[in-house]
């Protein structure tokens, strides 16, 4: 009998394998953990959430690749350490015991007593467009500007937030599309890879070079006006030198040669060294007695305040900066305007020991030997007191060296890189240099009211 077609016989199909994508922990199970709670009351959960997210999609990409997958608290554990990255990132305050007194990765000049009661007094709402008497607008930076050419005997003055972009106004006011003369031997690369010619490029100013890198005459520049010229710009190499066969004209011969051809000249500074004999550093006031048109100088080096760019010279030609737009997008702001204020009325009252860069480059051996013969006596055997030299640093006097008295402490078998390590890593981190296997402490940049945490730290750190 036909029972008919046979029925089809099912294959049975194979099962995927499971993505193991789906085995990652989920968002909401790692946040309930106990570390995530405490990360959170610090950092608050958003940026917490946002943390555990990232690390999951990494997570993702890698198990998708073929990567084990991780648990929570592993996940938890790359959050945390993610967040340790970033706090340690932030600005903190540390003891510099390097010996630069300008040391440029940490923040240069640090701001006299006045000037930070004057920030934290401007910190909250504060007159910086606002005027008292009249009640209506005023005038950002007045003050300041008056301050300035009280101090200079300058008929007109200008602060903006660096030197960098007081130079980039005065080439983008008076000689955009326009010549510049510069000696070869004064184009300069003033820190983070920022070059004279770049920023004469990008103010529009178009370069003309004259000298060789070790001479350059007065005839030069002379030769190199034409009627396309704008302006004779002299740059003071703050941060090198050329010794030896070498030649430069006197700024008042370059002032004095510009305005025969109806030329300005820009000065730029530098370091702000008001007077006094530093080495062979320029000061602001040989600049005013030279007859530069415009000086430019930093607020953050020699001259002891904030960071800031100042421009001293000619009343119209600094008005005229004033009104520049660029001077819009270079503006000082209100805590920068406070720390100035005070930083100029310390200049002016003859305080210049209220400056702490200056307290430290005048500081007798006579006191820095006896701060460091205790300093090593509660360290103990593993420190001696020896002579040694700092620097001035902050691209001021490269070849000059301060004479100073060190701490020298011998780290044993973990090594320097570990002492410096564990000195950074503490509750106020402490910045030394190494030297032949030993730290070195230098107390010419540590205010003799850090000396007691300093102590404290060196004793955590030393094995």
Sequence with gaps: ???????????????????????????????????????????????????????????????????????????????????????????????NATGVVLHTNLGRAPLSEAARAAVNAAAGYSTVEFDLATGGRGKRGAT????????????????????????????????????????????????????????????????????????THLADYVNAITDRTAMILVVHPSNYRIEGFTAAPPLAALVAAAREAGLPLLHDLGSGLLTGDLGDEPTLRESMAAGADLTVFSGDKLFGGPQAGIVV?????????????????????????????????????GRRGELPVWRMLDAPIEELTRRADRLARSIGRRARVRDGAGMVGGGSLPVERLPSVLVELSCGPSGESAVMGALRAGETPVIV?????????????????????????LLAALP
């Design 1 to 95: 009998m036909d029972s008919g077609p046979a029925a089809p016989v099912e294959v049975p199909r194979a099962t995927p394998p499971a993505d193991p994508r789906r085995a990652l922990p989920k968002t909401d199970a790692v946040l309930s953990l106990p570390l995530m709670g405490e990360l959170a009351a610090t950092w608050g959960r958003p940026l917490v959430t946002e943390k555990v997210r990232r690390v999951l999609d990494e997570a993702r990409c890698a198990v998708g690749g073929g990567g084990t997958v991780p648990s929570p608290d592993e996940i938890a554990g790359k959050v945390a350490d993610a967040l340790a990255t970033l706090d340690a990132g932030r600005v903190r305050s540390v003891i």
């Design 433 to 457: 240099r190494a030297e032949r296997g030993r730290v070195l402490v230098d107390l010419r940049t540590v205010a003799p009211e850090e000396d007691d945490v300093l102590e404290k730290a």
């Design 313 to 349: 010279g000619d009343e119209t030609m600094v008005q005229r900066l004033s009104r520049h737009p660029i001077a819009r997008a270079v503006r000082i702001d209100k805590l920068t305007l406070a720390a100035l204020e005070a930083t100029l009325l310390s200049h002016l009252g």
């Design 144 to 215: 300041v500007n008056t301050l300035l050419r009280e101090l200079s005997g300058a008929p007109g003055a200008l602060a903006v937030n660096n030197a960098a972009a007081a130079l980039f106004l005065a080439l983008g006011a008076f000689a955009r599309d326009r010549e510049v003369i510069v000696s070869r031997g004064e184009l300069v690369e003033i820190g983070g890879e920022f070059r004279i010619p770049s920023i004469m490029e990008a103010a529009g100013a178009r370069l003309v070079e004259v000298g060789s890198t070790n001479r």
